[in-house]
């Protein structure tokens, strides 16, 4: 419904009498509405191509070709393809215009086109297609703006030519081509029929997953280049040898230049071409599912790409109140600085992320998400989405003007979520959909039927600030690593980490590493640093920040809550990683894994191995059974049914060599024996041995005494 207040749906028609010519169109998704599609007329069985473009501001738009040797039309209409046919699109009632052109669409596969729109204004711009499924760059300049040698690679995909492709076939083969030849396609149903490993399931429950965060571009170690999907593929081994079960990528859309993290998009149905394009994508997806993992994708709806000067800005008007894409509040002549300037940028909205908020209230919008969405789902073959910052589409929208929150806004981003969910689980029940929000607000995760927005799960931040923190949380968070690293043993604040260590249960992913808080947050650092305040880590300081961060993976994998780290930890990285400089600063996780990281990475394994092995801390139960702050300890239960697991833990600098007496109540901890079933002051994880070396040890009334080593933990399980 068009009301912001209302969370209902509906589509009515009216029957006309017999006889009476009738047209009703259903849209489920735009996927194939907007963009250049395959158009069958009536008598025929062979597709032509249509274009279909949303500008309901323009005065006309055609839809022209540009020269593929170039794959750039500037400003003045230059690399227009002369050879080819303008398409004149006619406008629709709703304001999308649409033309057919009488060719075989196999001909038309793989031209590069703009759509050429003379504005609300009468200026004639060219713009990329929002809807597009390829960008012809691969680089990162703007012919506009500097030099350029003339070559489609090197050109900034946002601004570039859009592509005609064919979505219902996929490239076979990247090695075998050679130069200049067609690539050989096939159907996108033969491709997806290896898709499985019989006996090898793909996990599709969130409390099932190990989450691996993985960053394209930081891959390819010792190239001067951005990591690609073909390094990716090539990395899946060291996935599948560490025992994860799920990866999430950070966004793949296309994005500004060729170095970035991804959370600026401006075509969100083109996987971005500097790191391997769409079919690349798919072969990796397929060979992730292949080896039973699943795939998590990154998506970006608060905000657009920063420069989107040829996609979404002004796509086609100048007026501040006629920017299609961005939320305008009012008439830009009422908006005025105080010393009466006008102030034409005050009707635009901000909502805590980069750049203005987009203009949730028109469908065509929200359809640009949920079918993107949708195609990410359904073509792509991806398990689940991530939606980065998701307060900023449903609370935080606010007036830049005056900083005045706007409802409606907020109420139209409530609706756009709880749109995007109710489509994607038509589409596929099982997706695992999951929101970064730190609004604490219940109906994140509620279904929509009962007013939520659809979600199965939070990124619960404050996990990190309460295990890990940083310098800028201060005191508001437990923060045991960043306080252990001063290397005294003054109390720890174990009872605030362990409120956040029991809600984990509520519907989380909980991670003690992600790729904000790697060093690009203000106060972060990876793991290992922060375990020894930023010490160099030789001898005894290393095997402290390994002691440590072996503790944090432990607590986060055994919570209740889906646990999740970032690339490197498992090898124990240090460089620090941030959005500018995430190039220079890649750490050489192959080679690390056996070398200094040897060990860490042989703890990680068979953590991991442990982690699959028991159903009871994969389960939602938790228990705190024990903590103290001054001596630094906490000790937890997991259960599933009669399979009980106790993990005690300890921050403490001096072991518990004689033992730690955990008192809870004989339901909690019966009567029964307990198995010490692994140990992470192990020798082989480049431990001390300070633990019960496998031993049963006897419960009594609710007490149980356990040998606990020093910045560790062990894990006991029921006999």
């Known amino acids: 419904m068009p009301d912001h207040a209302s969370a209902e749906r509906y589509r009515q028609l009216r029957l006309h009498g017999t006889g009476t010519p009738q047209t009703e169109r259903y849209y489920f998704t735009y996927a194939r509405r907007l963009g250049a599609n395959k158009h069958f007329a009536t008598a025929s069985t062979t597709p032509s191509l249509r274009f279909a473009v949303w500008a309901p501001n323009a005065r006309s738009v055609e839809a022209v070709f540009g020269d593929p040797a170039h794959g750039y039309i500037a400003d003045d209409g230059s690399g227009i393809d002369p050879t080819q046919p303008v398409v004149a699109l006619s406008r629709l009632p709703d304001g999308i215009w649409e033309g057919v052109l009488d060719m075989d669409f196999e001909a038309a596969k793989s031209r590069p086109y703009m759509y050429r729109i003379v504005n609300a204004q009468g200026q004639t711009v060219y713009r990329t297609d929002i809807f597009s499924r390829s960008q012809i760059g691969k680089g990162d300049i703007n012919p506009a703006r500097g030099?350029?040698?003339?070559?489609?690679?090197?050109?900034?995909?946002?601004?570039?030519?859009?592509?005609?492709?064919?979505?219902?076939?996929?490239?076979?083969?990247?090695h075998s081509t050679p130069v200049g030849a067609t690539p050989d396609l096939i159907p996108a149903k033969a491709f997806w029929a290896g898709e499985f490993t019989s006996g090898l399931p793909v996990p599709n429950n969130l409390k099932e997953l190990v989450i691996y965060e993985l960053h394209i571009g930081s891959l390819g170690f010792g190239s001067n280049d951005s990591g690609n999907l073909g390094d990716?593929?090539?990395?899946?081994?060291?996935l599948v040898d560490l025992g994860v079960n799920a990866v999430e990528l950070l966004p793949m859309a296309e994005f500004n230049g060729d170095a970035s993290w991804g959370y600026g998009n401006s075509h969100h149905f083109t996987i971005e071409s500097s790191a391997g394009g769409r079919d690349k994508y798919r072969h990796f997806v397929r060979a992730c599912h292949q080896r039973g993992i699943a795939v998590l994708q990154d998506v970006v709806y608060n905000h657009y790409a920063p420069d989107a000067e040829r996609a979404e800005w002004q796509y086609d008007s100048t007026a501040p109140e006629q920017n299609i894409y961005y939320w305008y509040e009012g008439d830009s002549s009422h908006y005025h600085l105080p010393d009466g300037r006008p102030f034409p940028d005050g009707g635009y909205l901000d909502n805590g992320s980069t750049g203005y908020t987009p203009r949730f209230r028109e469908e065509v919008v929200r359809q640009q998400f949920i079918s993107a969405a949708a195609f990410l789902i359904e073509e792509m073959h991806v398990d689940g989405l991530r939606v980065d910052l998701t307060q900023a589409i449903h609370?935080?929208?606010?007036?830049?003007?005056?900083?005045?929150?706007?409802?409606?806004?907020?109420?139209?981003?409530?609706?756009?979520?709880?749109?995007?969910?109710?489509?994607?689980?038509?589409?596929?029940?099982?997706?695992?959909?999951?929101?970064?929000?730190?609004?604490?607000?219940?109906?994140?995760?509620?279904?929509?039927?009962?007013?939520?927005?659809?979600f199965d799960a939070t990124w619960e931040l404050a996990f990190y600030h309460h295990l890990v923190g940083d310098s800028e949380m201060g005191g508001e968070r437990a923060c045991l690593l960043k306080r252990a690293g001063f290397g005294s043993n003054e109390p720890l604040p174990m009872d605030q980490f362990a409120g956040a260590l029991y809600a984990s249960q509520h519907k989380q992913v909980v991670f003690h590493e992600s790729h904000d808080e790697a060093g690009n947050a203000a106060g972060t650092a990876r793991t290992m640093v922060v375990a020894v305040n930023g010490a160099p880590l030789v001898g005894i300081t290393r095997t402290a920040a390994e002691a440590r961060s072996r503790l944090c993976f432990g607590l986060s994998l055994l919570s209740a809550g889906t646990p999740m780290f970032f690339m490197g930890e498992e090898i124990g990285a240090t460089k620090p990683y941030t959005f500018n400089n995430f190039r220079q600063h890649r750490e050489d996780i192959l080679?690390?894994?056996?070398?200094?990281?040897?060990?860490?990475?042989h703890f990680y394994q068979d953590l991991l191995t442990l982690n699959h092995r028991l159903e009871a801390v994969r389960s939602l139960n938790i228990d705190i059974l024990h903590l103290s702050n001054p001596n630094r300890v906490i000790a937890f239960k997991r259960w599933n049914g009669d399979d009980q697991v106790i993990i005690a833990a300890s921050f403490n600098n001096t072991p518990f060599a004689d033992g730690y007496v955990v008192t809870k109540d004989l339901l909690a901890i019966p009567n029964a024996g307990w198995k010490e079933v692994f140990n992470s002051d192990a020798a082989p994880y480049g431990g001390q041995n300070t633990g019960n070396q496998g031993a049963i040890i006897p419960s009594s009334q609710g007490h149980i005494n356990v040998t606990l080593p020093a910045n560790g933990f062990v894990v006991l399980v029921k006999q």
């Open 591 to 601: 080679g690390e894994r056996h070398g200094n990281g040897q060990a860490l990475f």
């Open 395 to 454: 609370r935080d929208n606010a007036l830049h003007a005056n900083g005045h929150s706007v409802g409606t806004a907020n109420a139209f981003g409530q609706k756009l979520l709880r749109e995007w969910s109710r489509t994607l689980r038509m589409i596929r029940p099982n997706v695992m959909l999951v929101a970064e929000d730190h609004t604490g607000w219940d109906a994140v995760t509620k279904p929509p039927a009962q007013g939520g927005l659809g």
């Open 232 to 238: 990716a593929l090539a990395f899946l081994d060291h």
């Open 147 to 174: 030099s350029w040698l003339g070559t489609p690679d090197t050109l900034d995909g946002t601004i570039s030519c859009s592509v005609v492709i064919d979505p219902d076939v996929v490239r076979h083969d990247f």
